[in-house]
DNA sequence: GAGGTGAGAATGAATATTCGCTCTCAGCAT
DNA sequence: ATGCTGAGAGCGAATATTCATTCTCACCTC
């Protein structure tokens, strides 16, 4: 057996088989939920034996850790360009819009069946964490920049609106999947007048 | 046979033993999610065994469906009172405090996971819509009777605001689920000062 | 032909639901 | 009173199904 490193094709292989049975289980986890969801599906889905199947991975639950740190890392590099959007609150919508959007079906459909399992399952909740943690820090800085820019009020305590902007935004993110009906897309530009009424500076007497 | 009504006592213990079986239920389910709840571990919360059970419930499905009908006829109540409050945030304050408290604590526990079975599950979204509906009316007629009273700016649409303080609603309620260590309630206050903020009629040149 | 790869049957645990038996007790005939 | 009877109530073992995981062996490529 050689020291050096084993035959790159090899590798190729196993990272492309895995990345099949990833997609395959998230598209299954969106149809029918994790519990819903039986080994024997995602193997359908991937056409794939359980065999092969578990040459890759050693259980269900590993496939269900690999979906979310990719799902929640994905999740908190939305932030990341939130200062090169025109005004902060066009930012966050256009986040918000991003997590709502077809494009991502399978991420927003995923979204509160994670937040509901990270609810009752403890390893779930502290795979969460870190990134919940990033995203908190990322979301204040471009607050805090927002306050000095003028947008925002700086008489509001950043993490308190930290807090409930991302209320808000796993409240639309639920909603959405389970009152698909009410189009919550088509009023996130009336919820973003809204929002900016809540942040604006109070204009008291700055005229001469 | 006599063809006169069957004797009281009999209902009576029917439904007390049902009453025994969704108390039971519940605290089970809020402890171990829907999923994660045998109808054994329900057996042995309400001290009777299956058979008995079955004899009162025909089927795990038609439990949860009792519990759902029962909570959320219980939430759609919470908003009858809003007009009693001396402003409409306060009332609303209130009604969130209450629903995140200790008090409701399996109610609140059960929220998150009511939720997220009712997005793959269409009995149960089926049966939550009238409520969500009821709800969503006795929401907007407060919300007008506030804009009559000059606390909120007419000029937002009432379905619009209707929806983001459901959106804001739904995600305080899951937060305080996935993240206690937040301590959301303790935050109430900072957002009603915000959200009032977000309401409050425009004070345009009103100065003669 | 040897080692990695995969197919698919096999396994064993968990679980919702059913079944057959017993127990209790009210009503009634003796 | 006493014992009979039948129906509702309850018990818990049995059943049938589903599911994650493992095993065995054939295949294919070097």
């Known amino acids: 057996m050689a020291l050096g490193a084993p035959d790159v094709s090899v590798l190729d292989h196993r990272s492309e088989q895995q990345k099949r049975i990833l997609a395959a289980a998230v598209q299954c986890f969106a149809r029918d939920g994790f519990h819903g969801t039986s080994m024997q599906k995602i193997c359908a889905e991937a056409s794939m034996s359980p065999g092969a199947l578990y040459r890759y991975f050693p259980s269900k639950e590993s496939i269900i850790g690999a979906i979310v740190e ?72 471009a607050l805090v920049s927002g306050m000095e820019k003028g947008e925002i009020d700086p008489e509001i305590d950043p993490d308190t609106l930290v807090m409930l902007l991302k209320v808000m935004g796993d409240g639309m993110i639920l909603h ?33």
Chains 1, 2 share one sequence.
Request: negative net charge; proline residues 8%; contains cysteine.
């Open 176 to 208: 959405n999947q389970l009152h698909p009906q009410w189009n919550l897309p088509d009023r996130l530009p009336a919820f973003a007048i809204l929002v900016r009424r809540m942040l604006a500076p109070e204009t008291k007497s700055t005229a001469p």
């Open 70 to 141: 990719g799902e929640s890392a994905e999740r908190a590099k939305l932030f990341e360009f939130l200062d090169q959007a025109p005004s902060l609150i066009d930012g966050l919508t256009e986040c918000i819009a991003a997590l709502l959007s077809k494009d991502s079906i399978d991420c927003a459909k995923l979204g509160p069946e994670i937040m509901a399992e990270a609810i009752r399952n403890e390893k779930l909740r502290e795979a969460l964490e870190p990134v919940e943690e990033e995203s908190h820090v990322l979301l204040r800085a």
